[in-house]
C-alpha cells in the first residue's frame, strides 16, 4: 500500500489545481492556504478498524481521542494553533450503541484538552468495518508555516520526548504482556496525546525552521523531511530518547522504526541553540539528535561509525545488502 | 438507523462546545464559524459501499462527481460559495488501480465545475467496503447564512428544477431498466450535479431567507426546516415539479418521498414574489409550491383537499391509519 500511496499522492498533485491561495498542498502534514483574515491549516486523517487498531486492543473511548490527537499533531506540525474540527463515523450493525457515545466521549475529553469545537459531520452505517474519520482546520502562528521543507543546512534536529514508546506499547499488546494498570507504552499506544507544551514552548521562543510529527518511524519519517527540503541528515544513535526498559529488553529499534509515537521532529539554526538548552533546564523533554546537512539521505552514527537501521535493529553501515 | 442517528445528534449537541465563534452548529446542512476575515461554513459528507451505492449500478468516477456534489449541495443550501476540500478514501484491497484514478477524474471534473480546489486528505486500506469521505469549506455570500430554521410565517416555499428524478434513476438500475445511453433519471441518480446557476441567481437577487437540499425527500426535509423553523408549511401536489414520465407511469410518489435529488428547497417574503416570477420569466427552472404558516407540520392538499402521503403514493388525509 506504502508504493501505491506514494504513487497516488503523485498522482493527486498533479490533479492539484493551482491556486495563489494554497501556499502548500499536498505532500505535508497539512494545508496551509491564505484566506481573509489569516492563514489557516487544514488536515484529514482516518482511523480504519483491522488497518489502524483492533477491537481487542483499543475500546472506542481511546479510538475517539487517538483520532483527535492524530489530527491535531498534524495541525502543531505545520505550526498552527487547532481550532475546529468535524467528523465522519462508520458504525458498522453489530457495535454497541454505548460504544458509540463512548466514542463521543473520548473525542470530546481530547477535545477540551486543546480547546477546539466539534462542527458536525456524518454518520453513516457500514457492512463491513468501523471507521472514523476527522477533518480539522486550524490558524497558523506566524506568517510562515513549518513544513517539511524548510529545513536549512546547517539546523539541528531536535525531537519531542520519547520515542519508540508507541510501537512498545503494541508489542506488548500483541504478546499479551498486559499488566492490570496500563503502562506508560500501552498508554501512548492507545492515547498518543501530542505534546502541546513543548510546542507551546517552541512556539513562543520562535525556535524551529521544519517540523514534522512523527508517525511511521523516525527514520523513515526523517528521510521525507530531507527529501522535502533537499538536505541531508547526520543523527548520532546515543542522542535519541529511547526509553531504558526498551534497550534493556533488546527492542532499541522500536525507537528509530516504530510508528504511531506522534512526537515531533524539528530542526532550528544555531542561533537557537540557547533558547533550546534553556527549555531543557527548565524541564522540557526535548532531545538534541543530529544536524542537517549539505547532500541527501540519513546517516545513522554510533560512536562515531556509520550503521544502517533494519526492521529489527541496527547493523554496521555495509553488512546489509 | 434513522432514530439511533436523530438521537445521536440530540446528544452530540449536548457535547458540542459553546463557542462565541460558531453562528451555527450541528443540525444543519453546514456549521457556520465567525473567523477573522468572513464567515465558513464546514461541511463533512461520506459516501459507503452498499449503503450509498453499488458498483454494479455505479462507476468509480461517478462515485467521485457524487462526493463532491453532496457536498457542495451542503455548502449552497447554508448560503455559502464552496472554496476548499479534502478527501479520505477507504479502498478494500481487491479494488483496481484505475478505478482508483477513475474516482479521482470524477472529483477533479466536478470540482473544476466549481471552482473549488483539493488541498489534501487520507487514503486508507480497509478489509471490508469502500467508502470516501469528502469535508468541504465555504464562505457566506452575506453576513447571514441561509439555514433551515430561518423560514418565517407568510414566506412562499420555492425548488429548483425537478423532483423524483434520482430516485426513478435508482427504480430503472433496480428494475434493470438500463437504456444504452443513460436516461436524465439514472444521470441524475449517478452525478446530482446541484443547480448552481439557479442558486447564483437566487443570491444575486437576494430572494431566500431559508434553505436546505433535498437530499432525503421533498416532505421528510420540509417537515426538518419547518421544525427548525417552529413553522408549518401548506403545499399543493399541482405545483410540485413532477417529471411526466413519473405520473403517466404511476410512480409520482417519488418526487414526494424519494431521496437524493439534491434539489434546493427554500422559503422567500411575498415581496421577493417579483423577482422570483422574473427568474422564471428567464428561463431558471423554479417552482413556487406553498406557503409558511403558523403552527406545524405540512399539510399536503390536492385540488384544495388535505391528503396524506405513504411511501408508495398519497391518500386522502385520514386513509391512512
Known amino acids: ?55 481487542s486492543f483499543m475500546d472506542t473511548f481511546s479510538i475517539g481521542k487517538k483520532s ?43 477535545a477540551l484538552e486543546f480547546n477546539i469545537t466539534l462542527l458536525g459531520g456524518d454518520t453513516v452505517e457500514t457492512k463491513g ?16 508555516y513549518l513544513g517539511r521543507n524548510t529545513a536549512k543546512t546547517g539546523d539541528f534536529i531536535g525531537v519531542t520526548e520519547w520515542l519508540g514508546e508507541s510501537a512498545e506499547g503494541l508489542y506488548r499488546l500483541q504478546n499479551n504482556m498486559i ?3 496500563p503502562c506508560r507504552y500501552i498508554k501512548r499506544y492507545r492515547e498518543p496525546k501530542p505534546p502541546y507544551n513543548i510546542w507551546k514552548e517552541l512556539m513562543k521562543r520562535d525556535i524551529t525552521n521544519a517540523m514534522m510529527d512523527v508517525s511511521d518511524g523516525l527514520i523513515i519519517d526523517l528521510e521525507r523531511m530531507m527529501i522535502e527540503s533537499k538536505k541531508g ?11 531504558k526498559t526498551l534497550k534493556k529488553e533488546g ?43 549539505r547532500g541527501k539521505g540519513v546517516k545513522i552514527l554510533k560512536n562515531g561509525k556509520e550503521i544502517t537501521i533494519s526492521s529489527k535493529g541496527y547493523e554496521h553501515f555495509g553488512d546489509n545488502t
Chains 1, 2 share one sequence.
Open 179 to 181: 499488566p492490570k494498570k
Open 1 to 55: 500500500m506504502e508504493i501505491r500511496e506514494n504513487d497516488l499522492i503523485k498522482r493527486l498533485k498533479r490533479f492539484e489545481q493551482k491556486s495563489g491561495r494554497v501556499i502548500r498542498g499536498i505532500g505535508d502534514d497539512g494545508a496551509v492556504v491564505d484566506m481573509p483574515g489569516g492563514r489557516y491549516v487544514f488536515v484529514q486523517d482516518a482511523l480504519v478498524e483491522h488497518i489502524h487498531f483492533e477491537f
Open 251 to 293: 527492542r532499541e529499534h522500536l525507537a528509530f522504526s516504530g510508528g504511531e509515537d506522534y512526537q515531533l521532529l524539528f530542526t532550528f539554526g544555531e542561533d537557537k541553540l540557547v533558547d533550546f538548552n534553556e527549555m531543557k533546564k527548565e524541564g522540557f523533554n526535548v532531545s538534541l539528535i543530529g544536524k542537517v546537512v
Open 68 to 110: 483527535i490527537y492524530v489530527n491535531v499533531s498534524d495541525i502543531l506540525s505545520m505550526g498552527a494553533d487547532p481550532l475546529y474540527f468535524l467528523v465522519t463515523i462508520g458504525i458498522p450493525w453489530n457495535i454497541s450503541y454505548k460504544k458509540i457515545l463512548d466514542l463521543y466521549k473520548g473525542m470530546r475529553r481530547a
Open 233 to 243: 541528515a547526520v543523527i548520532h544513535v546515543e542522542d535519541i530518547p529511547v526509553p
Open 129 to 144: 468495518d468501523f471507521f472514523i474519520d476527522v477533518s480539522m482546520v486550524g490558524i497558523l502562528k506566524k506568517d510562515t
